[in-house]
């Protein structure tokens, strides 16, 4: 069955017109406001970073017991269990990170701490080694 649907000119042209009238007292109504947005990078000070927003992750090594709850519950394999002369301790690899902030909740001793800090790149690799 074909169905076949038309529209005439006015029914078009009076869509357009209201659709241009919206536009312009949209942009009537923005164009004496305050800038929503910053140029980033330019002005990175000015970037709002709400409260609780998971950013780079801090790792206070002295204060771990080497519990290896963290490495547990990390679903994207960023951590790395090694031992050293304090025992087993987290590596944390930031390339692998989707800051789901799970590690930072089950660790029983608060040495795990996301950030508010947005910006985690770099062109080694290694930087984004946290241990
Ligand atoms: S924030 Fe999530 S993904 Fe990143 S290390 Fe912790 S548990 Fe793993
Ligand atoms: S959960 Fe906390 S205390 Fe346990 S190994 Fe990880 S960082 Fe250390």
Same mark, same amino acid.
């Given at each position: 069955?074909?169905?076949?649907? !038309? @529209?005439?000119?006015? !029914?078009?042209?009076?869509? &357009?017109?209201?659709?241009i009238?919206?536009? =312009?007292?949209?942009?009537?109504r923005?164009?004496?406001? +305050?800038?929503?947005?910053?140029?980033?990078? /330019?002005?990175?000070?000015? %970037?709002?970073?709400?409260?609780?927003?998971?950013? +780079?992750?801090?790792?206070?090594? /002295? +204060?771990?017991?080497? $519990? !290896? =709850? $963290?490495?547990?519950? $990390?679903?994207s394999?960023?951590? /790395?269990? %090694?031992?050293? /002369?304090k025992?087993k301790?987290? %590596?944390?690899?930031?390339?692998?990170?989707?800051? $789901?902030?799970?590690? &930072?909740?089950?660790?029983?001793?608060?040495?795990?701490? =996301?950030?508010?800090? @947005?910006?985690?790149?770099?062109?080694?690799?290694k930087?984004?080694?946290?241990?």
């Open positions: 069955m074909e169905i076949s649907i !038309t @529209f005439s000119y006015n !029914t078009v042209f009076d869509c &357009e017109v209201d659709d009238m919206s536009m =312009l007292s949209e942009l009537l923005n164009l004496f406001k +305050k800038r929503a947005t910053v140029l980033y990078p /330019e002005e990175r000070d000015k %970037v709002h970073v709400p409260e609780g927003y998971r950013g +780079k992750l801090e790792f206070y090594r /002295e +204060k771990c017991i080497g $519990c !290896t =709850l $963290c490495y547990q519950v $990390c679903p394999y960023t951590i /790395e269990i %090694v031992v050293d /002369e025992g301790r987290p %590596v944390f690899n930031l390339a692998r990170c989707t800051y $789901c902030g799970q590690c &930072e909740d089950i660790c029983p001793t608060k040495s795990i701490h =996301l950030t508010k800090q @947005f910006e985690v790149i770099s062109l080694d690799k930087d984004l080694v946290v241990k």
